[in-house]
Each structure stands twice: as C-alpha cells, then as structure tokens.
C-alpha cells in the first residue's frame, strides 16, 4: 500500500483525530539514528491503515522496491494526499543518507502502459449513485 505525503500540497482537510493518528504514527519512528539500522520498538501501522481513505486509489502491477527490483506484486497507490509536518520529511531525508550505503530511487522509471494502471473508486453511499 503506498501512502502519499506532503509537506505543501495535501489535498485533504484533516479532523483533529486524524491528524493525531498520523503524528502518533510518525513519531513512532527513531529519526535520529542515522549510523546504523534504527529499531523501534511499535509503529501504529493499523491505526492508520484504518482511517486512510482505501476507496480510491490506483492499482498496477509491478515488482518490489529493493533490488534487484524483481518479483511481481500489485500495488495500490492512495490517491488522497496526507498532510505531514516538514521534520518527519527531513527525518526521511537524513535516513535515506544513514551510513555508507547508497540510498534512493534503484528504479528505472516504466511507461504507464507497461502496468495495467487501474483506478478503484468505491462508492461510500448511496448519494454517489446519484
């Protein structure tokens, strides 16, 4: 499941409740240990699973994300953009440059067509019948 942030353009206004669900999520994260695996000890993954909205979203097959990138998986991509706050994305940022690795995008980016690309909108009730 592939869940989209932004720091700028989220297009949604969030409710007290969600945003807590999502601070909790990310502040379940060790964003400080950049020398060698960070461990933790819970992440509220469920939590926010359960108040994203899943009825709308892209769906293709493709492979995982790690190479050597191979092994075919479906994924879903949630249209909705969550807001997050600018130090969890600079915390992502300085994970992605942890210890002598070489981190990033290991993709070679694939035509549209290539995946079957599908959008999934359910209908939350009868109103959208309308």
Not at 16 to 39: A, L, Y
Not at 41 to 63: F, I, Q
Not at 95 to 102: A, C, D, S, T
């Amino acid at each position: 499941m592939g869940i989209i942030f932004s720091v700028n353009d989220s297009n949604i206004d969030l409710e007290d409740w969600q945003e807590s669900i999502i601070e909790r999520f990310f502040e379940s994260m060790t964003w400080n240990v950049t020398t060698s695996d960070p461990i933790v000890a819970e992440v509220p993954y469920g939590e926010l699973m359960m108040m994203v909205d899943t009825s709308d979203r892209w769906v293709y097959k493709g492979s995982v994300t790690t190479p050597p990138c191979d092994g075919l998986v479906y994924w879903n991509v949630l249209r909705t953009i969550y807001p997050i706050k600018q130090k969890y994305l600079d915390g992502f940022k300085n994970q992605l440059k942890r210890g002598n690795i070489e981190v990033g995008n290991y993709r070679e980016v694939n035509k549209i067509d290539d995946h079957d690309l599908r959008v999934i909108m359910i209908p939350m009730d009868d109103e959208d019948y309308e």
